[in-house]
Every structure is written in structure tokens, then in C-alpha cells.
């Protein structure tokens, strides 16, 4: 049996509202952020948390625009992402606040914790790890890569894992490789896995825009996902 608590929480004067999933146990189990891409915490981010729920962990679905608002068409999805990625200092700030909130779950062990996300979330779990913060693991789903320019990333102690497609229009060549020195100099653990024939929001079952190049990949999808439960079985 799956538990599904709506969760509401506040940034400054932002009330957000995200879903935390688990099984019953007496138990402590690691906790996992889901980031929720530029739609919003809606049914994508929801799933893949109840999904991991039934793996075991304790597995909370973020809310990143407040009051869980989610966009019905692009333009409104940009609208909601737009004040949020382009005011990175306030990106962190919510991913810490989110952090925070799972780590004092009282399911969670709070030691053990990590954090993926797709697209636009793919890009908020890279930046809680620059923050420094000590979680074991993030991953990105075929996020965005580039770094604050107005921020000075510390080490990283998290294990960085990113699922990439080639064919990307979102994250170039050039992006993928000032990412690679990036993580290298800040000393991450880090990975990238490269899927050729794959475009952004390869995970995505909805995602079926050619020009846009938003394109669900499934057997992508399926191995993306397979490298997530092999790190997460390793340092979890």
C-alpha cells in the first residue's frame, strides 16, 4: 500500500504544496526530492514518486511555482518556470527549503537522502548540489546544464548523475562539456549518460512535439531510469 500526503510548506511568503509518498513501516528509509519539469508538480512528478515509493523510499514531490500550479499549454508553462529559472538565487533557496522539509519527515533517515529531476527540475537538483549541501546522490533527467554565472559554487558532495539525450536542442555540445570541467573542478563524483537518438523529454509519455524537440523514448526512458537504481542501490 502506497500513502499520499499532500504537503504544504512555505518559502518566504510562497505557499507551496507538493505530495510526499511512502509505504507503512516502522522503519527510517532514505528520502528522494522529485523536481517536476516546466509543467508544474502535476501527474509526471507525482507518478515517478509513487513509483519510487514502492522501491522503498520516502519520495516527496516538490513544488516549485507555489499553491501546486501547474500550466495546461507552453506559453503557461513558461510563465510559471520563467520568474524561478531566471532568479537562481531563489531556485536554491526552495530547493534547500524543500530539503529541509524531507529530511524531517519522521520516515525519513535523514542522513540518507537524494534528489532527481526532469528537464527544469533536472536543472533545480544540479543546483542544490552546487549549493555544497550534503545529500548522497542527484539525478537529471534530461535537464538544463549551465551554471550561475552570479554564483560561486562550492565543492560537491553529492554523487551527480546526468541522463542526457544527443540530440538535445536545450543542451548543446558545448554546454554538455563546460558542464564536465564544472563538476571536475568542484571534485564531484560525477557521470554523464549520452543516448544517441534521443531528444529532450525522452522520459516524458506525453511528450510528442517533433519541432519543439520534445519527444518520449522509451527503451531511453527505461535505461535512464536503470542507471538511477543502480546508483541509488549503491549509495543509498
Known sequence: MIISEEKIYQHGAVTLKGWIFYTPSQNLRPGIIVAHDWTGCGEMAKERARLLAQQGY??????????????????????????????RALLRERMLVSLDILKNLPQVKADVVAAIGFCFGGLCVLDLARTGVDIKAVVSFHGLLHQDANFQAQEIKANVLVLHGHDDPMVSSVDVEKFCDEMTALKAEWQINIYGNTSHAFTNPLAHDHQLGLVYEPDTARKAFQAMDALFSEVL
Open 58 to 87: 520516502v519520495a516527496f514531490a516538490i513544488d516549485m511555482y507555489g499553491a501546486g500550479l501547474i500550466g495546461q499549454t507552453n506559453e503557461e508553462k513558461q510563465a510559471l518556470m520563467f520568474p524561478v529559472i531566471s532568479n
